[in-house]
């Protein structure tokens, strides 16, 4: 029967099981370790920690994950077909582009002074081994998308770069005190962790206790030149004059950064 098949047949079926792979949450091919709640709806290991901090719910129908191994789906995506050459077990789906989220490909760490490559997957242990210096903010289970910062030493023109993990994914949030110009510039970079086709915008309020002054900015992908942005100034730009009443007595700035999730078309129509 097999061998009657054209290939037309083959990929046509191939298509059905990529089909039936698809995770409840980020809508992507499922990643091993699969689970499935009782209902029979699939996470994949990617999404599941931001059910895990959501009640342990499945999102789709609000039944309770079950704590057992979909050893048959692993199986069957171990036989699909791979989309790029690591040793990645992830299956190829139509549509996707797995190599850019693929937890095993290689990525360099942005922090000033390093530029050492590794996997994604270690990363953030990275961080935590080599720049322990440097504070890693994480939401619980990568949810979280506010954070509240402190911009110190501006009496110096100097640029530093913030680790930042929310909604899923990883963030570089770079920040430069330029003298010369006299700004403060500031953008954020993502790294993805999963296909869910949504959008980032970073929105920096920095506040005191009477006034507020507010910007956006869509988020920058992965493979951005941090220098380029600066040199064009094509990121958040605020100019001395405006945030002097803003500095503390110890020479520091208050800000708060908010990281939004958009779907395609409402990022399309964000006005920034």
Not at 7 to 29: M, R, T, Y
Not at 148 to 160: G, K, L, R, W
Not at 215 to 226: A, L, M, P
Request: aromatic share 8%; net charge negative.
């Amino acid at each position: 029967m097999v061998e009657e098949m054209s290939s037309d047949d083959l990929k046509e079926i191939i298509k059905k099981l990529q089909a039936a792979a698809k995770c409840s949450v980020c809508l992507g091919c499922v990643r091993p370790p699969v689970q499935m709640c009782e209902n029979g709806h699939m996470i994949c290991s990617v999404c599941k920690p931001a059910a895990e901090c959501n009640g342990d719910i499945c999102p789709y129908c609000k039944s309770d994950f079950i704590d057992i191994k979909c050893v048959h789906m692993n199986t069957i995506l171990s036989a699909l077909p791979k989309d790029h050459n690591t040793d990645c077990n992830s299956a190829f789906c139509e549509g996707e582009n797995h190599s850019s989220v693929c937890e095993k490909r290689m990525v360099v760490c942005r922090i000033i002074n390093c530029s050492k490559k590794m996997p994604f997957a270690l990363l953030v242990n990275h961080l935590k081994q080599e720049h322990k210096n440097i504070s890693l903010l994480e939401g619980k289970a990568w949810t979280l998308g506010h954070y509240t910062q402190v911009i110190q030493n501006i009496t110096e023109s100097h640029t530093y770069v913030s680790p930042l993990l929310a909604h899923g994914c990883f963030f570089w949030k770079v920040t430069k005190i330029d003298h010369l110009k006299q700004l403060i510039m500031m953008f954020l970079v993502s790294l993805p962790t999963h296909s869910d086709h949504l959008k980032m915008v970073s929105v920096i309020k920095f506040t005191n206790d009477e006034k507020e002054i507010s910007y956006s900015q869509k988020v920058w992908e992965e493979d951005v030149e941090f220098e380029n942005i600066f040199e064009d100034v094509t990121c958040i730009s605020v100019p001395f004059n405006m945030i002097n009443f803003l500095v503390s007595k110890n020479n520091c700035i208050n800000y708060n950064c908010d990281i939004i999730k958009f779907d395609k078309i409402s990022f399309d129509k964000f006005s920034l």
